[in-house]
């Protein structure tokens, strides 16, 4: 796993170089979790019901993962727009070191503990394969149906959005705030963030412990994402001047029943750049 890693890492950090795009992690994101924890089920003869049961959980996430980040051109040399702002706002070589100690490196290796459960799976491979185990997967699968819809949701509204502006009109509002959307700013978030955890209590529950050190992967993922709203948000908030009302009504992350405002929502601006979620 470790050499897997190291080599994501090589050719992340050498491809980032070489073609100035920064989003090579971004688009392996959705091929090396799998792949870890692949070979720990590999190491155990593919003989394990739960580390079998893992590998198929993060393929179906990684499949879906990857299906939405082609469709919106990931995989064509479309770089996320994050990095764009953030370059803009870096000197040069502060952005080169960001782009390697976070990008590369952090990235990298939050991949690597997200996947870690599946060790403590391996550790444990005698405790018994057992209800609350199938109780796990049916919650990661609902979660994973979700940010499926979560995913299509703001696919269609993107793409109606696109519509409309190439008809040279100005569409009714520049962000999402109908379905999913309507009790959480970023439901594909909370979706995201709750099947690694999932992935988490299978490995505990294999340890019989939830006292296990590959809660790290799960805790850093969270805490990444909290980062990356903050960051998304401060940028539709100067995009869209209904933004704020948005943030005042509707949970940012968690899905929650919206606050009513007597303030009406301001008219927004189609934004220059498409819309990106790492989820």
């Known amino acids: 796993m470790l050499w897997v890693a190291a080599g994501a890492c090589a050719f992340a950090w050498t491809a980032s170089l070489v073609t100035g795009d920064t989003s090579w992690v971004d688009r392996m994101w959705s091929l090396l979790p799998e792949t870890y924890v692949w070979i720990f089920a590999g190491y155990a003869h593919f003989a394990n019901a739960r580390l079998d049961t893992m590998a198929v959980l993060a393929t179906l996430w990684g499949g879906r993962l990857t299906y939405n980040f082609a469709r919106k051109g990931g995989y064509s040399g479309v770089e996320d727009y994050r990095w764009q702002v953030l370059r803009e706002a870096m000197a040069r070589w502060r952005f080169q070191l960001f782009n390697l100690f976070f990008v590369v490196l952090y990235q990298n290796a939050l991949l690597v503990l997200i996947a870690l459960p599946a060790m403590s799976a391996y550790q444990h491979r005698t405790t018994h394969f057992g209800p609350l185990d199938v109780l796990a997967v049916i919650v990661f699968v609902a979660l994973l149906a979700g940010e499926t819809v979560a995913d299509q949701q703001q696919w269609v509204f993107q793409q109606e959005k696109k519509r409309v502006a190439t008809a040279g009109q100005r569409p009714s509002r520049g962000f999402l705030r109908e379905g999913l959307f309507r009790y959480s700013r970023h439901p594909n978030y909370f979706f995201e963030i709750a099947q690694w955890w999932v992935v988490f209590l299978v490995g505990a529950l294999a340890a019989r ?47 929650w029943w919206p606050r009513r405002s007597v303030a009406a929502p301001a008219p927004d601006e189609i934004p220059p750049e498409p819309e990106w979620s790492q989820s």
């Open 209 to 255: 412990s939830l006292a296990q050190g590959s809660v790290l992967g799960a805790v850093l993922l969270t805490l990444l994402f909290v980062g990356s709203t903050r960051f998304t948000e401060k940028i539709s908030s100067a995009k869209y001047p209904g933004y704020a009302l948005y943030q005042r009504e509707v949970s940012p992350v968690i899905p």
